[in-house]
């Protein structure tokens, strides 16, 4: 069968590179599949449980935005922060979920003119960030 080189990047390391069957990825457009020689492609990405097909196998990668490059023959993730699901924290991803839940919450409850304290896009990319890496982690966990 034939592969598809992918490596992702984070800004201060490679945090995975190797030759896979298929990508599946939520691109800023919505989700998106990638096989060996797929069309060029630079899209912007969603915060999101990134999968990765190899070896008759599924990998994930918790992925916090950033960019995709696809070419023919290789993908290339540009992602502002990615982690496999060994590396996450599941208490500390689940109080960062919980934070954002209640940043979004209180948002909700107060009038129109106090809502300027709280910056809603970020709220909401934060919560977005936290259900990506518990669901990667989740995902890992024997019985899960």
Avoid: C, W
């Avoid at 598809?4 to 984070?10: A, F, T, Y």
């Avoid at 390391?13 to 939520?26: E, F, G, P």
């Avoid at 989700?31 to 797929?38: F, R, S, T, V, Y």
């Avoid at 070896?55 to 502002?80: Q, R, S, Y």
């Amino acid at each position: 069968m034939a592969t598809i080189k992918l490596e992702i990047v984070s800004p201060d390391r490679v945090v995975y590179a190797a030759d896979i069957d298929m990508l599946i990825a939520r691109s800023t457009g919505g989700e998106i599949g990638i096989l060996p020689k797929h069309i060029p492609l630079v899209t912007g990405l969603q915060p999101h449980a990134m999968k990765i097909h190899v070896d008759g196998g599924e990998k994930l990668f918790a992925v916090a935005g950033g960019f995709m490059e696809v070419e023919p023959e290789k993908i290339t993730v540009l992602a502002t922060a990615a982690e496999e699901p060994i590396d996450i924290d599941v208490n500390r991803a689940q109080r960062a979920y919980e934070r954002a839940q209640e940043r979004l919450k209180r948002l909700r409850e107060l009038p129109e003119q106090e809502r300027a304290d709280i910056d809603e896009a970020r709220a909401t990319l934060a919560l977005k960030r936290a259900i990506a890496r518990l669901q990667t982690a989740k995902a890992a966990m024997p019985g899960a």
